[in-house]
């Protein structure tokens, strides 16, 4: 069963990228009626008139494809069997460029998605950098409470031996007073 002839191959895809991703992708070319991906990074996406089609391959061929775990360029074609002769040398060019310069467009994203998990480590050990400064700011703060409480609790006790002071003295003042009227 075949939805539409208005469809484009995707190729350079990263492993973990899903037929929604490529579908939400694409929808900035056009009305996309069905996406599929294989895990070898390729695609298909399918559109429902030619003038989507064709806007997909003149603005997303040769951009760089997010999804929330990598990203890569991609390239857009039509299928072969939609291609003219003149289209299929001018791929055939291209392709020949792109393997004369050494280049692949897989190798490309690789390195990228190299530096970015660099980049993941490089963030997570800032990550736990911040979070043991948060730490050690807290068990500061809280030594300097817990200080503060004792410093409290002293101030308070010496506040109450002061006041068993002032009885005592009290006591004894009264008792001295009671002494003097016996004497009297």
């Not at 539409?4 to 895809?13: F, K, N, P």
């Not at 989507?52 to 074609?77: C, G, H, M």
């Not at 310069?101 to 963030?123: Q, V, Y």
Request: no cysteine.
């Amino acid at each position: 069963m075949r939805r539409s002839e208005h469809r484009v191959i995707v190729s350079g895809l990263p492993p973990s990228a899903s037929w929604q991703d490529l579908k939400d992708f694409f929808r900035t070319a056009g009305d996309v009626i069905f996406t599929d991906v294989d895990r070898k990074g390729g695609g298909v996406v399918e559109f429902s008139n030619k003038d989507d089609q064709e806007r997909a391959i003149e603005k997303l061929d040769d951009t760089e494809f997010k999804n929330p775990f990598e990203k890569s360029y991609i390239r857009v074609k039509k299928p072969r069997d939609q291609m003219t002769d003149e289209e299929r040398d001018k791929e055939k060019e291209r392709d020949e460029k792109d393997e004369k310069e050494g280049r692949d467009r897989r190798d490309r994203s690789r390195s990228r998605d190299r530096s970015r998990s660099r980049d993941r480590r490089r963030d997570r050990d800032d990550d736990d950098d911040d979070r043991r400064k948060r730490r050690d700011d807290k068990d500061d703060k809280d030594d300097k409470d817990d200080k503060e409480d004792r410093d409290d609790k002293d101030d308070g006790d010496k506040a109450d031996d002061d006041k068993k002071d002032d009885k005592d003295a009290d006591k004894d003042d009264d008792e001295d007073n009671k002494r003097g009227r016996e004497e009297d």
